[in-house]
Each structure stands twice: as structure tokens, then as C-alpha cells.
Nanobody, 121 residues
Framework: QVQLVESGGGLVQAGGSLRLSCAAS????????MGWFRQAPGKEREFVAA????????YYADSVKGRFTISRDNAKNTKYLQMNSLKPEDTAVYYC??????????????WGQGTQVTVSS
């Protein structure tokens, strides 16, 4: 059974940092792209960042560019999202996704359950 499990979410003040992790089990994702999405209350799920299979290419939503960094460790079957200079508008449930490297939700076959990130002002 394929599982993606996010961790690292929590409550942080504006300007602070968090590091999200996504651990995969059940299969290796070392040859596929992976991404992060988020969904704020009352809003649609949106693309945050994506990384190619070898980490050579990364992509970011304009709203997080320069503040967030996506990375992966294929040996650990894990990927990360380092979030710096957090803003209240970053508050959302963050989802790990695997199987794609695009901004489109439909391109990702596997999803985690999500981890809550709350940024207080």
C-alpha cells in the first residue's frame, strides 16, 4: 500500500519558519516528480512547489518564490518543503503529492493526508 505521510506542520508567528517532510512508503518515488499543494479554508487546493525526479528542476508558485524551497532525498524516499518568512496568508493544510511535476492536481496520482500550517500575525 502506497502511503505519503506529511509532518512538520504547526503554529508559527509571521516571519518564522517551518520545515515540512513527506515520507513515502509502499513504493519508491525516486524516478518520479513530486509536489506540494495547499488548501486554505474556503479556497481551492493550489500548487505550491514541485521537484523533478532527481531534484534538478524545481518549480514554485509566484506567491512562495524566494521564501519556500523544495528538496528531496531519494535515498530516504522523502521530500521536504522549507518555508521561511511565513505570512498569515500561508495558513493552509499542506499536501504532499507524487507522480507528477506540474502545477495541475490531476497529474499527481498519490496524495498524503495533509498537515496543518497556521501562521499568526
Amino acid at each position: 500500500q502506497v502511503q505519503l505521510v506529511e509532518s512538520g506542520g504547526g503554529l508559527v508567528q509571521a516571519g518564522g519558519s517551518l520545515r515540512l517532510s513527506c515520507a513515502a512508503s509502499g513504493r519508491t518515488f525516486s524516478s518520479t516528480g513530486m509536489g506540494w499543494f495547499r488548501q486554505a479554508p474556503g479556497k481551492e487546493r493550489e500548487f505550491v512547489a514541485a521537484i523533478s525526479w532527481n531534484g534538478g528542476n524545481t518549480y514554485y508558485a509566484d506567491s512562495v518564490k524566494g521564501r519556500f524551497t523544495i528538496s528531496r532525498d531519494n535515498a530516504k524516499n522523502t521530500k521536504y518543503l522549507q518555508m521561511n518568512s511565513l505570512k498569515p496568508e500561508d495558513t493552509a493544510v499542506y499536501y504532499c503529492a507524487a507522480g507528477g511535476v506540474t502545477t495541475r492536481i490531476k497529474d499527481y496520482a498519490y496524495w498524503g493526508q495533509g498537515t496543518q500550517v497556521t501562521v499568526s500575525s
